[in-house]
């Protein structure tokens, strides 16, 4: 999946409009005489003056997300609004919550980031001492965020119930939407940022500019700032894989593309066996994890925003536990949770839905080496397979392509960003689709974080639609 345009991927746009905008951590050393500006440049360029406007900062993440400025433009409307303009919650509520939520995932880059924007819009400081500080009606929120963040699957409509209809401290149907969004944005962009490995700005607290690779960290935002060779960006240190071998992985995967097309066209499947199919792909999914796998404590500094820090991410069907399958058939977000959204919170529903398309489909036809593909097989693939590992199923998909085009390492890499993004590292990014660009897989993370995003969308909007009938 071949997904950026020949600018991008020259590494060299962050450089330029860093340059542009004075920032010393990538420009230094560049002349104007060296800029590549044409018209996708400039869409970028104007990308990245917006953001340092509205921000007052131009970010890593923002640097990573260029490599797809359709994209970014979207996500930079979306994450303004929900922010900035006019909305049922206060701005420092909205910034408290983007810290209450990323902190689930001890993302410290999202939660420093809304310490200060929570400070600046005049929150009270006494709040960032923990979680026990802040009003009461915050600290009502931390189950919901607790069980969005980690098992969406368990949210019913008494979770709704309790918050609604609290004796004191109660949330209008309005403030709730609003921060359901913000809570289901920010854990999916701390997913977003363990997946890429972003690290923090070189004026920040942890923030670096040049330094040697490591196993254990890497930041694809140092990739699009110039500080990695040639051979780092396409040699995988880490697994000493030859160039020949991953590109017969490239090979073997458009073969196998090829051939579940002619199938499609020869035959169809029954639903008795597609839905058979998605049951082993769902108990499959539960086996998937990682060698590196292991306990995450978080730092005081972060835990201290949220509440039961030994909850997390547990599979669906664990231990004889049985979770009726969510069929989107009978709610889904075209036809539910958008509408819902966009009556209790005017306009947001147009904006996510705006921006879920984008990043289902956003290709320039291209994959690896090759040109002139049609990658909408492997997005839905990818996409249906983070809708399955929730318990989400579409009937009209036959689940048997997961396993033929999603090998064991990408499901690792896939379930760890998306289930548990804290524990994401340099070997399992690397160790996927090794023959493919950095701006392919920054577009894996993208439907990665916009799947999660609307699967726990999902399960929330259905318990207060439950709630409101």
């Known amino acids: 999946m071949r997904l950026a345009t020949a600018a991008s991927e020259a590494y060299t746009t962050p450089l330029a409009v860093s340059e542009l905008l004075g920032c010393k951590q990538c420009g230094a050393g560049r002349d104007q005489d060296e800029l590549q500006v044409g018209s996708e440049d400039a869409q970028m360029h104007a990308l990245f003056a917006d953001s340092f406007a509205a921000l007052g900062r131009l970010d890593n993440i923002t640097l990573v997300m260029v490599f797809h400025p359709q994209y970014l433009e979207s996500f930079l409307k979306t994450q303004h ?31 420093n980031l809304h310490v ?11 709040w960032l001492n923990g979680l026990e500080n ?34 004191e401290h109660s949330w209008s149907l309005a403030e709730l939407v609003h921060a359901v969004v913000l809570l289901t944005h920010y854990h999916s962009l701390a997913s977003f ?12 607290d942890g923030g670096h500019t040049f330094r040697p690779p490591s196993v254990s960290n890497y930041c694809i935002c140092d990739i699009t700032n110039g500080n990695h060779s040639v051979d780092e960006m396409h040699v995988n240190s880490a697994e000493n894989v030859s160039v020949s071998d991953s590109f017969f992985e490239v090979e ?46 978080p730092a005081r500094d972060i835990s201290r925003h949220f509440e039961d820090t030994s909850y997390g991410y547990k599979d669906f069907s664990r231990h004889g536990m049985h979770v009726p399958t969510f069929r989107v058939q009978d709610y889904c977000w075209e036809d539910h949770g958008y509408s819902l ?52 199923r579409y009937d009209d998909y036959d689940y048997g392509e997961i396993n033929q085009l999603l090998d064991r390492s990408f499901k690792v890499y896939i379930k760890t960003v998306v289930c548990t993004p804290e524990k994401v590292t340099k070997r399992m990014y ?40």
């Open 341 to 392: 959204v966009n009556r209790l919170y005017p306009d947001v529903g147009q904006l996510i839905d705006e921006k879920f398309h984008i990043a289902y489909n956003l290709t320039y036809n291209t994959m690896a080496m090759h040109k002139d593909v049609d990658t909408s097989m492997l997005r839905r693939a990818i996409w249906n397979y983070i809708h399955c590992m929730f318990g989400i």
């Open 116 to 126: 200060n924007d929570f400070l600046h819009v005049g929150g009270d400081p006494k």
């Open 193 to 204: 940022t363990f997946g890429c490995g972003i690290s923090p700005e070189i004026h920040c």
């Open 430 to 469: 690397d160790s996927f689709w090794r023959q493919f660009k950095h701006s392919e897989k920054v577009h894996v993370n993208l439907l990665l974080i916009e799947a999660r995003m609307q699967a726990e969308l999902l399960y929330a909007l259905r318990a207060i639609t439950r709630y409101m009938t």
């Open 252 to 297: 073997a995967l458009m073969e196998k593309m090829r051939q579940l097309q002619e199938c499609r066209d020869e035959e169809e499947a029954s639903q008795e066996e597609m839905a058979s199919r998605f049951e082993i792909e769902k108990r499959e999914s539960m086996f998937v994890f990682s060698s590196d796998d292991e306990e995450v404590t």
């Open 81 to 111: 609004y929900l922010l900035q303009m006019d909305g049922p919650l206060p701005l420092h509520y909205r910034h408290y919550i983007g810290i209450m939520a990323a902190a689930r995932h001890q993302c410290s880059y999202l939660v």
């Open 134 to 167: 802040a009003p009461q009606k915050l600290q009502n929120l931390g189950e919901l965020n607790k069980v969005l963040a980690h098992r969406p699957w368990l949210i019913t409509k008494e979770h709704i119930e309790g918050l609604l209809k609290a004796e």
